[in-house]
């Protein structure tokens, strides 16, 4: 009797238990995170995972960790960052605001260099926002807000869902898309031009947290991405008059809808000039930088030229014999190889 008598009070402490977590969903315990925390725009892996010594990045010149870096405030903590929206007295999350152009361009800097000064001013603009689209007209609600999974950069696979081919997936049969088959991605000729963060002064940054850069466009980089040729970008950093050199893939909204000529990548004078070791991608004189424009191969053992400056007292000056720079291949990018190099040195045999 006494046996079952405990059986009996055990099993209602049980049930009398479960009915208190399990008795709604309110009251069951909750996850230690949402899966936005694992986002890319909540945590900024990328900029932490490329400035690592592990990946050769930015921290083998400085010797400071990410952690101690203001960069690492550069994060969406919190929904309100995109989606608060104030009524008379009140704030309120909303869709709208979250999908706004002006919302993202509030964070990506270079995107909105492109879009509303350097296109806009020459006329130039996105074939897709001529139409008046937007950025959430491409871009998915996994991309934006996580899809549960922790990635280390936004060009590593599975990150990213937009593609070209999402929308374009009945290509015209041209000729150039034949012969480039699909070695070359669609950004290596639809896309006009990249904006370059030159000469990022770390010093400053670091001690005052201004930012101090000259921005540079009108050309693109070439380098190899997920098994195709891509468009990639270029920074040069400047610590200590030590000196950094960074190539990484990259899409600049800045698409033109006939892609480039044949002549505009093969047989250059870039080429030439690469190729006899003469090639000089900025020039400095009466106090401006200028830099090329067009098409340039980002290659192993160039000799890139570069021009490196010291920032004091709001003015800019030529850091002398500058030390050759550290090179990292970031996001996943590799320089192209001799053999594809040497096709781009060749003379176009057709016209488009």
């Known amino acids: 009797m006494r046996e079952g008598t405990l059986i009996f009070i055990f099993v209602i402490f049980v049930l009398v238990t479960a009915s208190i977590f399990l008795s709604s969903d309110e009251e069951a315990p909750l996850p230690d995170k949402n899966f936005f925390e694992?986002?890319?725009?909540?945590?900024?892996?990328?900029?932490?995972?490329?400035?690592?010594k592990q990946q050769g990045g930015i921290e083998t010149i400085t010797e400071i960790p990410y952690a101690?870096?203001?960069?690492?405030?550069?994060?969406i903590s919190t929904c309100d960052t995109c989606h608060k929206k104030t009524v008379g007295s009140k704030s309120e999350y909303?869709?709208?605001?979250?999908?706004?152009?002006?919302?993202?361009?509030k964070c990506h800097e270079r995107e909105g260099l492109i879009i509303t000064k350097i296109d806009k001013e020459n006329n130039t603009l996105d074939v897709h926002f001529q139409k008046g689209m937007q950025c959430m007209d491409c871009h998915t609600k996994?991309?934006?807000?996580?899809?549960?999974n922790t990635y280390n950069s936004m060009k590593q696979q599975g990150a990213l869902e937009i593609k070209?081919?999402?929308?374009?997936?009945?290509?015209?049969?041209?000729?150039?898309?034949?012969?480039h088959g699909q070695r070359v991605d669609c950004t290596a000729c639809h896309l006009?031009?990249?904006a370059t963060c030159y000469n990022c002064h770390l010093d400053t940054f670091i001690q005052q947290g201004i930012k101090t850069k000259i921005p540079l466009s009108k050309w693109i980089f070439l380098m190899n991405y997920n098994g195709k040729v891509t468009v990639a970008n270029m920074q040069t950093f400047v610590y200590q008059n030590k000196t950094f050199l960074l190539f990484a893939p990259m899409f600049s909204h800045s698409i033109m809808r006939e892609g480039r000529q044949c002549g505009?990548?093969?047989?250059?004078?870039?080429?030439?000039?690469?190729?006899?070791?003469?090639?000089?991608?900025?020039?400095?004189?009466?106090?401006?930088?200028?830099?090329?424009?067009?098409?340039i191969p980002v290659i192993e053992n160039i000799e890139w030229n570069f021009i490196f400056f010291n920032y004091a007292n709001g003015e800019w000056s030529i850091i002398d014999n500058a030390a050759i720079p550290l090179i990292q291949y970031?996001?996943?990018?590799?320089?192209?190889?001799?053999?594809?190099?040497?096709?781009?040195?060749?003379?176009?045999?057709f016209k488009k």
Request: charged share 25%.
């Open 68 to 75: 101690d870096l203001k960069c690492k405030n550069c994060h």
């Open 38 to 52: 694992n986002s890319l725009h909540y945590t900024s892996r990328g900029m932490e995972y490329w400035y690592s």
């Open 192 to 194: 006009r031009h990249v």
């Open 142 to 148: 996994h991309e934006i807000h996580g899809d549960g």
């Open 164 to 179: 070209c081919e999402n929308c374009h997936d009945r290509l015209v049969n041209h000729l150039s898309h034949v012969v």
């Open 94 to 105: 909303s869709a709208k605001m979250g999908r706004s152009q002006e919302t993202c361009l």
């Open 264 to 295: 505009e990548c093969h047989d250059t004078e870039i080429i030439k000039n690469i190729k006899k070791k003469k090639f000089y991608p900025v020039t400095y004189a009466n106090g401006q930088l200028t830099n090329i424009s067009g098409v």
């Open 330 to 349: 970031a996001g996943f990018g590799k320089p192209l190889t001799q053999e594809q190099f040497k096709k781009l040195e060749k003379a176009p045999t």
